[in-house]
């Protein structure tokens, strides 16, 4: 836990404390109660002139344990605050030496020394609000009397990392050096000796800067931007603002009181839950198989979600062969993918120097012989079955043996290809989202031929292009677009039972949604899914309901906002959505054709017919076998869909709710609305059984 050796140099003897804690250093009770002894015993050695504290690995500590959160651990004596306190009232200089990252509760321990020195490289956050809580052990108090409330305020409400040079340039840190960090940190404490009074360093007075007023407003309105709907960046806030009026003690007493509100609130256990559950996802415990490194991809197709591909591999250095048919098909996609970049350079968000080598990593082709040799190739043709079995026929002819052959679908039946193929166990999916190069979610899709090697490399390639992998099954949609079936459905019954498409997407947004089901059609095409659903018409059981009114809207060539028109208008050059009269009547005439009289219905409605037709189809997953995990579903949902991460994922939301109250209310909407709300047998078997998703 806290291995100790002690320096000594001409001028005293240091000790140095090292936190042990792998992987990640992070600080449950075990270690503070190590900690607190190791100090203990610093303090009272008449041999050891100064103390140093550092981490080990690549870490100097992640902060806080996650996993004691709202347990008893949480409250065992001592508790950081108490590490902290000890820290900047001890006799002897105390220097926090960062050998590596230093997040949350790790550099709030950092900010009890007396001095802090950074090995050079590193990097430091209060990551806090992003796990619905805040910096709980001081950092919002001795942060701003430090370096200041505006970068206290910048630094906090983002949850961003900073390095070691606006560290220093923020006075966060005293020294950063290239090397000898242990040495020059026991040089650092013994310079303080001989002038040291065994004071805390920081004021315990109020802040005594001058800040604008609207400092904090500004602070609010981008805390409510970026993290929409979520209260922690806010409750963060206000005690950074606490601070210019109350001194230090009443302070902490402060940030104590809304730390705990938060933490033992829904938000943060639904945010902690997908924290846990994104790595959750990355496990493939059934998989060891050893798998082959890909150096080398080859993307056929230069559109929208090619080009992003392209882009997502290129940017960890993954060199691409971009294939098309057509040569002009070929130069849009290479312009579009010029242009991104160039966007993110305008944004000072990459170099042109990072640039210019990830453009040279994008090699674009018109020869089918040119993927020859590539380790693994990406298909994103059209979607269209006939279109893509000719092409991997053609791959599979091309390509090396050892190949893997993968399809971006976004639905088609990943194991129809294989069997065109002579490699069927090297054929597997990857379901981008679009747009590829900015959404962190990849469904790999196994087929029932795809070998494990194949997956766990594809698991390997997925997290070194920082992507979130989720293992999912074979069915129409896989788990995402599969799940977005009945909500949208909902959603368009619900327009002709009585709502405005602009009351059905507010709804949902003021639920947490990052956009509204009719709005993200519009974004995303209307025809896409109108072709899916002409493509099911004949199979489709002529007794079900079924809602005309985006088939209408399509017959219309409105197709959202590529075409300036879908279930809203939209001006030129704008996403913004403007209702429209001529979708209104649309709705007014299914409604008559399909003798529904319309009524006033509310947001909660709204969001019940839709949200849990998410939960009910989600249960239908995970009795099939088509996600291997509740939590899963969870992450697809908030990482691919816009779901608000703090209510946790579909799953979760049920499970908050409670499966005996969410069962109850689709009975209701089984007996409203017939057999397409027939409740899912394990949605059932929980809800008798008191149980929740999470067990599983
Ligand atoms: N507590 C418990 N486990 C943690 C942890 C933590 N703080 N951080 C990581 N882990 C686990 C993680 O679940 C995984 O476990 C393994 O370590 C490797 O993590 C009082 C209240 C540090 C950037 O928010 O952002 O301090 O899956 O896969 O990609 O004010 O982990 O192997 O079983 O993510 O190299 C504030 C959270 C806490 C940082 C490393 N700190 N961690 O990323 O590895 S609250 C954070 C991260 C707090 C104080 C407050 C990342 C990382 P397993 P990994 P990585």
Redesign the pocket.
């Known amino acids: 836990m806290i291995e100790q050796h002690s320096i000594v140099f001409p001028q005293g003897t240091v000790v140095v404390l090292q936190l042990q804690n792998p992987?990640?250093n992070?600080i449950g009770s075990a270690v503070r109660i190590a900690l607190t002894e190791a100090l203990d015993r610093a303090i009272n050695n008449p041999d050891i002139q100064a103390i140093i504290l550092t981490g080990s690995g690549k870490?100097f500590s992640?902060?806080?344990?996650?996993?004691e959160f709202n347990t008893p651990f949480a409250k065992q004596k001592p508790v950081?605050a108490d590490i902290i306190s000890q820290l900047e009232n001890s006799p002897k200089p105390t220097v926090a030496a960062l050998n590596g990252?230093a997040?949350?509760?790790?550099l709030?321990l950092t900010l009890g020394c007396h001095f802090r020195i950074a090995l050079s490289g590193i990097s430091m956050g209060?990551?806090?609000v992003?796990?619905g809580?805040?910096?709980?052990?001081g950092?919002t108090q001795r942060l701003p009397r430090l370096v200041g409330v505006e970068p206290a305020l910048e630094m906090i409400a983002s949850g961003e990392m900073i390095d070691t040079e606006q560290a220093l340039k923020w006075g966060l840190v005293d020294k950063v050096v290239e090397a000898d960090l242990l040495t020059e940190a026991g040089l650092l404490g013994l310079e303080a000796v001989a002038n040291f009074q065994g004071a805390p360093a920081l004021s315990r007075g109020a802040v005594s800067e001058v800040v604008a007023p609207d400092v904090f407003e500004a602070a609010r309105k981008q805390a409510s931007k970026r993290f929409r709907g979520c209260i922690a960046p806010l409750e963060a806030i206000a005690c950074i603002e606490k601070s210019l009026v109350c001194d230090l003690d009443e302070g902490l007493e402060f940030e104590r009181e809304r730390?705990r509100l938060l933490v033992d609130g829904d938000q943060s256990k639904a945010q902690r839950h997908i924290?846990?559950a994104e790595?959750?996802a990355t496990?493939l415990p059934k998989i060891t198989a050893s798998s082959p490194e890909i150096e080398s991809v080859g993307v056929v197709g230069a559109g929208t979600m090619g080009g992003g591909i392209a882009m997502s591999l290129a940017n960890y250095g993954i060199p691409v062969i971009m294939l098309e048919r057509d040569k002009a098909a070929l130069d849009r996609g290479m312009q579009t993918i010029r242009s991104n970049y160039a966007a993110s350079v305008k944004r000072r968000k990459l170099t042109d120097v990072d640039m210019d080598r990830r453009l040279a990593l994008i090699q674009p082709s018109l020869r089918d012989a040119d993927l020859a040799n590539v380790d693994l190739v990406i298909e994103a043709a059209f979607e269209d079955m006939d279109v893509k079995k000719e092409i991997f026929a053609r791959l599979d002819s091309i390509c090396k043996p050892q190949a893997i052959l993968a399809s971006n679908t976004s639905r088609l039946d990943i194991n129809e290809l294989a069997e065109t193929t002579s490699r069927p166990s090297q054929v597997i999916g990857t379901h981008f989202f679009s747009p590829a190069n900015v959404m962190r979610l990849l469904e790999v899709v196994h087929g029932r031929h795809t070998a494990d090697s194949v997956v766990a490399a594809l698991f390997k390639l997925a997290k070194r292009i920082e992507k979130i992998p989720v293992l999912v099954g074979i069915c129409d949609g896989f788990v995402g677009n599969r799940m977005v079936s009945p909500y949208t459905r909902e959603a368009h019954f619900l327009l002709e039972e009585g709502a405005s498409p602009a009351q059905v997407d507010g709804a949902l947004r003021q639920f947490g949604m990052a956009m509204g089901p009719l709005q993200m059609g519009d974004m995303a095409g209307l025809d896409i899914s109108w072709a899916a659903r002409k493509r099911l018409a004949p199979t489709r059981p002529a007794h079900i309901r079924y809602s005309h009114v985006a088939d209408r809207i399509c017959e219309m060539d409105r197709f959202g906002q590529k075409t300036l028109a879908g279930f809203y208008r939209y001006e030129a050059g704008s996403r913004n959505p403007i209702s429209d009269p001529a979708v209104d009547e649309i709705i007014e005439s299914c409604a008559r054709e399909s003798g529904i009289e319309r009524r006033v219905l509310t947001d909660i409605e709204i969001v019940q017919r839709t949200i849990y037709a998410l939960v009910n189809e989600g249960a239908r997953i995970l009795q099939e076998g088509i996600a291997q995990r509740s939590s899963d579903i969870d992450v697809i949902y908030v990482s691919g869909y816009g779901f608000p991460v703090f209510r946790g994922g579909p799953m979760f939301y049920a499970d908050t709710v409670g499966l005996a109250e969410v069962l109850a209310t689709i009975e209701q909407f089984h007996k409203v609305h017939g057999e397409l709300w027939t409740p899912a047998p394990l949605l059932q078997e929980l809800a008798q059984n008191g149980g929740k998703f999470s067990d599983l």
Do not use: N
């Open positions: 992987p990640v992070s870490f992640a902060g806080a344990d996650i996993r950081l990252s997040l949350g509760g790790g709030e209060l990551p806090e992003k796990l809580v805040l910096p709980g052990a950092g730390f924290f846990f790595r959750a496990k």
